[in-house]
């Protein structure tokens, strides 16, 4: 939910939840709410039913939010439950105040449980109490049919059992003393039994419940007695309970004759005619039975106990609820079970549970439970996915015939991620994520300020949202984490602030001289054309040009200054009088894109100048050109500036006025740049430099890439990597995807346009193929060209705009499930041109958003064979590495030729049938039908 709302021109903070907010949302999943809430009403989530959990930004001063919850900040009161929430609800041990009818309406919630170190609460049976167990606060409807009140509950507090309308039966086992006329619904007082042990004041305790409207009552039986199957005088089988000491039942079988197929445990049973709850799976209770192939457990048991199911050869399916803990031993051993989800509630699973399951291919975990060194024992080829951190859970001892464990799990920084309108951040920075394919990760979010592909953040426009990072493995969440993300408004566009563009001159660099190079600094004040103070932005920037004449020498800030003041204080006031304004750093100068890295400065004497805590993010290639940006800061910032532009200056009519401010000098030296590396020949991506052995990872790389993209030629390493794409001997390039190694080449520099605006820094394509033979459809058919493909929607993830598979049937992302996960958050979407139709030579290029792709036949081919202007001459432009290698559009090309055929992204000038591929020996213009699997490969390309 965005921190604000919109109405014309004005701007509205969400301060308040009222009743209902919600009612009309009835796909509504999660909320994440703004800091700026203040108020909620009880009823706000009221009938929104598929609400599953809610968050708040951790920057709330008012609330806090725990397990999908909303609490006081403090956790001292529960105020919000979502009525879709599911498993177990854990509530903080600081919690004392709980509203009425709170959980009335959860019907997903089988059990509460209250946290380590409470005060005012305890839970019991999955009942929540005070914390002396005297008064019954509350049972969800989930609970079960059956409950027991312990020896020490005296009181039962109002709507404890709202909607609880199907209770069957109540065991008090102490002396319940007063029961709220509001505590029980009407259908639960005519219908429900009320087991009350004889003895001492029974006649009183009979009264209190007769008085509070039961009239159901009798004799619960004693631990160990036990309900069996029978008819007449012979035993029949079936299922057989025994009555455990908590008053709850162990379920069992009994007798010559198998189960059915497919069991069913009930979630209650009778003894004597009180109906308890069945807890718990008796020890051997189905051992060996094999007509067993699946058992649904009722969400009332908590343990399995040992070899429960052990020998059931024919058990492959069995759902654990959320209400489980315990897995005793042996309790699942030899039986043909494929597929293991262990919900969060499991603490403990013990030795041999899953042994000598010879099908098990997965494990699951959604919690952290203890298991036993040789749970797995005997299980071969299994991939246990358990939460981050928790390995320690599942070793020493994990048995190593081919096993593995794969850490899943997100966590992002809890300080908000401050981004301009326009820019791009990396939302996982200061956080980790850990998505072990096929575990899927989604972003949600509200859309009007932001857009989130891949953890990279989009600012659209000034605006709150709260991001949630979402890992799900087959629809189900597994891990969820949430960050606040604050987009302020675009300086550059807004605030008519400019800084003129300077040259530095032509003069080689060496030893300690230096270039002064000064920039006039101007603001726009009046209307909304310029800088208007009645919106006050916390800053307001603008961007110079500055351009390195020399052929061949490299150069970095070395200081910056303000010469002069030029009447800053005309323009410019304190906001704290017992700071003068000559004594604040109003200023600052920053590489586009790297406001980290700024260096802030002042007009009056000990802040008039600054230098760069890192010099080289200023740095500017031989002829190039790179953006920096100038800042006023307009802050709160004790460092920087506590200042607001007058209100006088801003009311200057009709017309923006120019005003200047300072002038700037900027003091530059000689650089000489040798990147350090940070990679190993054993990452899943490197870059190796022959000429100075420099390994590179692929954190570097994307650094490098980042830098291109924001300086373009100005980039300190747009040489050394526009000397890779003429010279691939200069370098050597490897990826490992699905444990296969592949050589990668770059292809060019600052040629692919972002989705996001701006171009990519580095494209690169496989020196090579993938391993295996790919179709491009399903089917002989061309028709929605590579948009519509089926070999473009398995080459990318599903959350990539228009990625839809139409002419595959099904789209398993297959390809895109063998990139390593750092490699798939680091490559960048670009827009890639393509003809959707064969319709002879008419264009109607079309533009996909891709992460993967295949080069089109434009890309490869300097001139096309059909003439310049037919639509396969609009697909693009060559790659300069193919620049002179391809001198044929229609002829052999030997640095073309793998030996087999290779796909390219644009669809037959001659049918409706056929893809465009690279034959044998290099020609480019060969046509395949678009369903052919056998012979033609795929050479991917994707962008940093």
């Known amino acids: 939910m965005p921190a604000n709302v919109t109405s014309g021109s004005t701007t509205y903070e969400v301060a308040a939840l009222a009743k209902d907010a919600f009612a009309h949302c009835s796909e509504l999943a999660s909320i994440s709410l703004p800091a700026t809430l203040r108020e909620v009403d009880p009823d706000a989530l009221a009938g929104c039913t598929s609400l599953k959990s809610l968050s708040i930004s951790a920057k709330s001063e008012a609330f806090a939010s725990s397990d999908g919850m909303l609490f006081s900040k403090d956790y001292s009161k529960l105020l919000l439950i979502p009525e879709g929430k599911e498993g177990a609800a854990v509530i903080p041990g600081k919690t004392s105040s709980v509203p009425t009818l709170a959980f009335s309406r959860c019907q997903g919630i089988p059990s509460l449980i209250v946290g380590d170190g409470g005060t005012a609460l305890s839970s019991y049976n999955g009942m929540l109490f005070t914390k002396d167990m005297k008064t019954l606060i509350a049972c969800t409807p989930a609970a079960g049919t059956a409950v027991v009140l312990p020896t020490e509950t005296e009181a039962i507090g109002e709507y404890a059992f709202a909607g609880c309308k199907d209770l069957a039966s109540i065991t008090a086992l102490g002396n319940v003393r007063t029961i709220d006329s509001a505590a029980f619904p009407d259908e639960a007082k005519t219908s429900a039994v009320v087991a009350l042990p004889t003895g001492e004041n029974y006649e009183a305790r009979k009264a209190v419940w007769e008085a509070a409207g039961f009239e159901h009552f009798a004799e619960p039986a004693k631990p160990g007695a036990t309900a069996r199957p029978e008819s007449g005088q012979e035993a029949m089988s079936g299922l057989t309970y025994t009555l455990l000491d908590d008053y709850t039942l162990a379920a069992s079988w009994e007798g010559k004759d198998d189960p059915a197929a497919e069991l069913e445990i009930p979630a209650s049973a009778e003894i004597n005619g009180v109906p308890y709850r069945v807890s718990t799976i008796a020890e051997n209770a189905f051992a060996n039975r094999g007509s067993l192939t699946s058992v649904k457990l009722p969400t009332s048991i908590t343990s399995i106990n040992t070899a429960a199911f052990a020998g059931c050869a024919n058990l492959a399916t069995i759902e654990f609820p959320n209400t489980l803990r315990t897995i005793g031993e042996r309790a699942f051993e030899a039986t043909s079970i494929k597929d293991v989800w262990l919900p969060a509630s499991i603490e403990t699973i013990g030795s041999k549970a899953f042994a000598a399951c010879e099908s098990l291919e997965r494990v699951v975990a959604l919690g952290t439970p203890e298991a036993a060194s040789d749970a797995l024992a005997g299980c071969t080829n299994t991939s246990i996915y358990i939460p981050s951190g928790s390995q320690d859970s599942w070793s020493p001892g994990l048995p190593s015939e081919g096993n593995h464990l794969l850490p899943y799990g997100v966590s992002l920084s809890q300080e908000p991620l401050a981004i301009e309108a326009g820019q791009e951040a990396n939302l996982l920075e200061g956080g980790n994520l850990q998505a072990p394919d096929p575990v899927e990760t989604s972003y949600s979010y509200a859309a009007t300020p932001l857009s989130v592909d891949a953890g990279q953040v989009s600012a659209k426009k000034a605006g709150t949202s709260d991001v949630a990072a979402v890992l799900t493995l087959d629809n189900v969440e597994l891990a969820r984490a949430s960050r606040t993300v604050e987009v302020s408004p675009n300086p550059d566009a807004e605030s008519g602030i400019s800084l003129a563009s300077a040259d530095i001159p032509a003069v080689y660099l060496t030893g300690d001289t230096q270039i002064n190079v000064t920039a006039p600094m101007q603001v726009f004040l009046g209307d909304g054309n310029g800088y208007d103070v009645a919106t006050k932005p916390e800053c307001a920037t603008g961007t110079a040009i500055f351009k390195n004449n020399s052929s061949g020498q490299a150069v970095q ?224 058919t061309n028709v929605g060209g590579w948009g519509a493909s089926g070999l473009r929607a398995n080459m990318n993830p599903d959350n990539l705009p228009n990625v839809g598979g139409v002419n595959n049937g099904s789209d398993g992302n297959y390809i895109w499930n063998q990139v390593p996960v750092d490699l798939q958050n680091a490559i960048e979407v670009v827009k890639k041109k393509y003809q959707p139709t064969y319709n002879g030579s008419t264009s109607t290029i079309t533009i996909s958003n891709d992460k993967l792709f295949i080069a089109s036949y434009s890309e490869l081919v300097e001139s096309s064979k059909w003439g310049s202007n037919h639509w396969t001459a609009q697909e693009g432009t060559q790659y300069a590495y193919w620049h002179q290698k391809v001198t044929e559009n229609d002829g052999e090309n030997s640095s073309l030729s793998e030996g087999v055929d290779w796909w390219e992204r644009s669809v037959s000038p001659g049918s409706s049938e056929d893809f465009l591929n690279v034959n044998s020996f290099g020609d480019p213009s060969l046509l395949t039908y678009a369903d052919d699997s056998d012979y033609v490969y795929v050479r991917p390309c994707f962008c940093l």
């Open 557 to 780: 800030l070395a200081s910056v200054s303000c010469t002069t003041n030029l009447g800053v204080e005309k323009h410019i006031q304190t906001l704290d009088s017992s700071r003068n304004l000559n004594t604040q750093r109003i200023f600052s100068l920053y590489p586009q894109g790297n406001e980290g890295a700024a260096a802030s400065f002042g007009y009056g004497t000990g802040v008039n100048s600054a230098v760069p805590t890192d010099k080289a993010a200023f740095g500017i290639a031989p002829g190039g050109s790179v953006p920096y940006t100038f800042r006023l800061n307009l802050t709160n910032d004790p460092s920087l500036a506590n200042a607001e532009v007058k209100q006088e200056a801003a009311s200057t009519g009709t017309n923006p006025v120019s005003v200047s401010l300072a002038t700037v000098m900027c003091t530059f030296e000689g650089l000489t740049f040798t990147p350090t590396g940070h990679g190993n020949p054993n990452d899943t991506f490197y870059l190796w430099d022959t000429s100075t052995e420099q390994y590179y990872s692929l954190a570097d790389v994307k650094v490098h890439a980042v830098d291109i993209s924001n300086k373009g030629k100005g980039s300190l390493y747009y040489n050394m990597y526009a000397a890779y794409v003429a010279g691939d001997s200069k370098y050597v390039c490897k990826s490992k995807w699905s444990g296969a190694t592949y050589d990668l080449c770059i292809i060019d520099v600052l040629h692919d346009d972002k989705a996001s605006g701006g171009k990519a820094g580095l494209t690169f394509q496989f020196d090579g193929l993938l391993d295996s033979p790919e179709s491009i459809n399903s089917s002989s």
